[in-house]
């Protein structure tokens, strides 16, 4: 779970995972937060790592190898702004489980799609769309939203020699994973308002931005595709 300046979220999430029995077995990376996250996870006596790298990518993958040192198989990505409901983490890492995935992408589709109570904001939702449009020209895949909670194999993660550092990260563990043929499934997840305000999605220019660093990802991997690791 990458952690950056998320105090307001911390303190119901951290009461949530002790009672599901996750608390022992998250990973908290924090990537520089100043507003005293790291002491509230240090308090929880959850295991906190550190990042000093900025980027989203940077502490998913710090979290990702010492999970793997652990001795796990499949890790789940999380966020820690309490969008994602840590109930719902069997929900994502079964298909993994039963073999019946590599990877497993949570979809906010009522979030994106659905009733006006609960949705995105527009310009999130509008981005979306406009990310399912092009995975499905460029790449065929039929996503009604790529969201960031997901479970995936360590052994994939670490064939797929995944770069984007930034707002890309996800999008390019996607693509990756259906140009090696690695089995992808998707799963509805629920979507629950953040406190705080979001460092993406909650503003145009937070938005464009990840805009910008995805097309250029999705473009790259069409053009020149890309070679895993053996």
């Known amino acids: 779970m990458p952690v950056l300046d998320e105090a307001a979220a911390l303190p119901a999430l951290l009461a949530e995972l002790r009672d599901l029995g996750l608390l022992e077995r998250t990973l908290f990376v924090d990537n520089g937060s100043s507003d005293g996250s790291r002491g509230l996870i240090a308090a929880s006596g959850a295991t906190l790592l550190h990042e000093a790298r900025r980027g989203y990518g940077y502490p998913c993958l710090t979290g990702a190898r010492a999970a ?8 789940v990505f999380m966020e820690a702004d309490g969008t994602d409901d840590p109930a719902q983490v069997r929900h994502l890492v079964g298909p993994i489980f039963a073999a019946e995935a ?28 406009w990310l399912a449009f092009n995975l499905f020209i460029f790449f065929g895949l039929r996503l009604s939203d790529d969201g960031p909670f997901r479970a995936v194999r360590l052994d994939l993660l670490e064939r797929l020699r995944l770069e984007e550092r930034a707002y890309a990260f996800p999008t390019e563990m996607l693509v990756k994973a259906r140009l090696v ?12 308002p953040r406190a705080g305000r979001s460092k993406i999605a909650g503003t145009w220019r937070g938005t464009l931005g990840a805009v910008r660093d995805v097309f250029w990802c999705l473009l790259r991997l069409r053009l020149f595709g890309f070679r895993p690791r053996q």
């Open 68 to 75: 793997a040192a652990r001795g796990a198989r499949a890790v």
């Open 102 to 129: 590599e990877l497993v992408v949570g979809s906010r589709r009522e979030a994106v799609h659905g009733a006006a109570a609960g949705r995105m904001p527009l310009h999130q939702r509008l981005g979306n769309d």
């Open 181 to 192: 043929g690695a089995r992808i499934a998707v799963r509805d997840t629920r979507y629950r």
